[in-house]
């Protein structure tokens, strides 16, 4: 008698652990399931974004099409402005190292 009594409380101890594991992998699988769908609604609005820089890069890019047959007045017109936005560049980066020189300058005095 005192067997069955011990077995008896062993396989109801173990019914009791497994429902409350069953319960909780329950609600962790619900849970998984609601992030799992956030994700999924947040993946969507990231692919309609990319879509937006990606068209807006597309915008912005020059293009970089053969040459060989354009119109030569467009292409010396383009250089012109690589040029001047070369030159602009340029006179930006000799003031940005004078104003270093002078900075290293004050150093050595």
Do not use: C, H, I
Not at 18 to 33: E, I, K, P, Q, Y
Not at 86 to 98: H, K
Request: charged share 25%.
């Amino acid at each position: 008698m005192l067997w069955f009594s011990v077995w008896t409380l062993l396989v109801l101890a173990t019914l009791a652990g497994a429902f409350f594991l069953g319960r909780r992998l329950w609600r962790s699988g619900v849970a998984l399931g609601k992030e799992l769908g956030r994700a999924a609604e947040v993946l969507g609005q990231l692919a309609v974004r990319v879509d937006e820089l990606q068209r807006a890069a597309e915008a912005l890019r020059p293009e970089t099409g053969p040459t060989v047959l354009a119109d030569p007045g467009e292409m010396y017109d383009r250089y012109a402005e690589l040029r001047v936005a070369a030159a602009g560049r340029r006179v930006v980066r000799a003031n940005r190292r004078a104003a270093t020189r002078r900075a290293w300058k004050a150093y050595w005095r």
